[in-house]
T-cell receptor, first 113, second 117 residues
Framework: KNQVEQSPQSLIILEGKNCTLQ??????????LRWYKQDTGRGPVSLTI?????NTKSNGRYTATLDADTKQSSLHITASQLSDSASYIC????????????FGAGTRLFVKA | DVKVTQSSRYLVKRTGEKVFLECVQD?????MFWYRQDPGLGLRLIYF???????EKGDIPEGYSVSREKKERFSLILESASTNQTSMYLC????????????????FGEGSRLTVL
C-alpha cells in the first residue's frame, strides 16, 4: 500500500535553532517528492521538489534531502524564525500530473520566541 | 504567479442543504483537484479533472459531485450536506500533458472551511 509517514507529529523549538523533519514513503514507482508549507488556515505552498536523481535541494533556509534507496526524505530548517511556525507536508507522487499523489499527515512546527 | 482562488473562505450550512464550492485558476492548467483536509490525516482526494467536462473519482468521492464546464473553473458540490462533511476543502491545479511544464507540482487555493450543523 502506498503510504507517506511523517515524524514527528509536532515539534516546538526556540527561535534561531535548527530542526529536521522526517518523511518515509512506500510509494512505488516513485516520480517526485515535494515539501509544502501550510500556514494555519491557508493553503499549502510548495517549498521544494525533488525527482529520483536529486538528493538535495535548497530554498533559502530550507534544505530537503532525498534518499531514494531507503525511501526517506528530510527537511532541514536553519536558524528558525517565528514565521516558520506552520505545518510541513511531505507529498510523494507515483507519476507526474498529480494523479497518484500521496500526502503525509504533516508535521506541526511551533517556533517560540 | 499562479493564482488559485476559492470562492468562500468560511461557510456554515445546515444538514441537508446543497453546497457549492467554487475554484478558479488563472494559469491555464489542465488538471484541477478537490481535496479535503482533516486533523491528523493527510489531504484526501475527492475528485479531479484533467480536461473540461472530464472528471475522475478520487479516494473519497461519496457524497460529492463536481463540475468542470470551463477550463479555469472546477466546482465541488455537496448535494445534501452532512455533519461528517465538516472539513477544510482545498482546491489545487497543475499542468497536464507530457511537456516539461508537467512537474507534478500542485498549486493550492487558500481553502474553504465548511461547517455543517
Amino acid at each position: 500500500k502506498n503510504q507517506v509517514e511523517q515524524s514527528p507529529q509536532s515539534l516546538i523549538i526556540l527561535e534561531g535553532k535548527n530542526c529536521t523533519l522526517q518523511c518515509n514513503y512506500t510509494v512505488s514507482p516513485f516520480s517526485n517528492l515535494r515539501w509544502y508549507k501550510q500556514d494555519t488556515g491557508r493553503g499549502p505552498v510548495s517549498l521544494t521538489i525533488m525527482t529520483f536523481s536529486e538528493n538535495t535541494k535548497s530554498n533559502g533556509r530550507y534544505t530537503a534531502t532525498l534518499d531514494a534507496d531507503t525511501k526517506q526524505s528530510s527537511l532541514h530548517i536553519t536558524a528558525s524564525q517565528l514565521s516558520d511556525s506552520a505545518s510541513y507536508i511531505c507529498v510523494v507522487s507515483g507519476s507526474t500530473g498529480g494523479f497518484k499523489t500521496i500526502f503525509g499527515a504533516g508535521t506541526r512546527l511551533f517556533v517560540k520566541a | 504567479d499562479v493564482k488559485v482562488t476559492q470562492s468562500s473562505r468560511y461557510l456554515v450550512k445546515r444538514t441537508g442543504e446543497k453546497v457549492f464550492l467554487e475554484c478558479v485558476q488563472d494559469m491555464d492548467h489542465e488538471n484541477m483537484f478537490w481535496y479535503r483536509q482533516d486533523p491528523g490525516l493527510g489531504l484526501r482526494l475527492i475528485y479531479f479533472s484533467y480536461d473540461v467536462k472530464m472528471k475522475e473519482k478520487g479516494d473519497i468521492p461519496e457524497g460529492y459531485s463536481v463540475s468542470r464546464e470551463k477550463k479555469e473553473r472546477f466546482s465541488l458540490i455537496l448535494e445534501s450536506a452532512s455533519t461528517n462533511q465538516t472539513s477544510m476543502y482545498l482546491c489545487a491545479s497543475s499542468f497536464g500533458g507530457s511537456g516539461s511544464r508537467n512537474t507534478g507540482e500542485l498549486f493550492f487555493g487558500e481553502g474553504s472551511r465548511l461547517t455543517v450543523l
